[in-house]
């Protein structure tokens, strides 16, 4: 079969981006510069539960940890505990769900002071992930956004983004295309925890609620779409694993990049479920 314009999609959008896809099983790949490096985003939530569950089965945390989280020291965000208004108390586990499911950045930020980011960047640097570098916990990522901005002076417009360093891999957390689709594979494979660990976050990254990105490329009920996004300013991002009732099983990861600064961005959202089921068609048809 030829293989597909996947740059057409990207062009259509009006976005670059870099694809890896590959066949968790056969090893079969398709992509679109997947080693360059990429700013995850909220996509950095998925190496931090990684090794949230790696401590839980070397006994160093107890998933079922009850953690009091104030009110008044809660890192910002559009969802979960950033904008709920009374004092709760969560498990760690239940944290590490909203973690993923909404994308809760305080969730985030409690389970990131528990199992620590030098330990998860050790992790990902035992796993052969040189690429992939968390520097930042959710609140850090804020604070140098909010930073930069402040410092322009000026309406955060198409012409100043490129200043801010939460858009420069070099200055804030990274990884590339591949290096994602590796850690998926691992956690599919039952290779980056116990395979009971494995199961657990193969169950959270399929409680995300969002549609709209990977999802929207695989519309059937028999097919179960896993991921976890990622959002700044002009920043789309999703990985995650496609699983077929066939039994195929494939790792996707979408990085993009757009002009306008605009929050709302549907085509760009709209662009990772058609590039993700245009390289899987292709995998599918070998």
């Known amino acids: 079969m030829r293989a597909p314009d996947l740059e057409g999609v990207f062009r259509t959008a009006a976005v670059t981006g870099t694809l890896h896809v590959v066949d968790i099983d056969t090893g079969s790949e398709i992509g679109i510069g997947p080693d360059d490096p990429v700013v995850l985003a909220s996509v950095f939530k998925l190496p931090l539960l990684v090794e949230f569950y790696r401590q839980v089965d070397a006994g160093l945390l107890d998933p079922a940890e009850p953690c009091r989280v104030k009110t008044g020291d809660r890192t910002e965000g559009p969802t979960g505990?950033?904008?709920?208004?009374?004092?709760?108390?969560?498990?760690?586990?239940d944290l590490a769900y909203l973690m993923m499911a909404v994308s809760d950045n305080t969730a985030a930020d409690v389970v990131a002071a528990r199992v620590g980011l030098d330990a998860?960047?050790?992790?990902?640097?035992?796993?052969?992930?040189?690429?992939?570098?968390?520097?930042?916990?959710?609140?850090?990522?804020?604070?140098?956004?909010?930073?930069?901005v402040s410092a322009l002076n000026e309406p955060l417009d198409p012409r100043t983004v490129g200043g801010l360093r939460v858009l420069d891999p070099v200055n804030t957390n990274r990884s590339t295309a591949r290096e994602m689709t590796r850690l998926l594979g691992l956690v599919w494979r039952d290779e980056a925890a116990t395979p009971e660990s494995c199961a657990a976050i193969r169950r959270l990254l399929s409680l995300q609620v969002w549609p709209h990105r990977l999802s929207s490329g695989f519309p059937y009920d028999d097919v179960v779409v896993s991921g976890k996004t990622g959002t700044l300013p002009t920043i789309r991002n999703e990985v995650g694993v496609v699983e077929y009732p066939d039994g195929g099983r494939y790792a996707v990861a979408v990085f993009t990049r757009s002009i306008s600064t605009a929050w709302q961005q549907p085509r760009a959202d709209a662009a990772i479920g058609t590039i993700a089921r245009a390289a899987i068609d292709h995998l599918r048809s070998r």
Do not use: C, K, Q, Y
Request: net charge negative; glycine share 8%; proline share 5%.
């Open 120 to 148: 998860v960047n050790a992790m990902l640097a035992a796993f052969g992930l040189p690429g992939t570098w968390i520097e930042h916990d959710a609140r850090g990522l804020l604070a140098l956004l909010s930073a930069d």
């Open 81 to 93: 505990l950033p904008v709920m208004l009374d004092e709760a108390t969560l498990s760690l586990r």
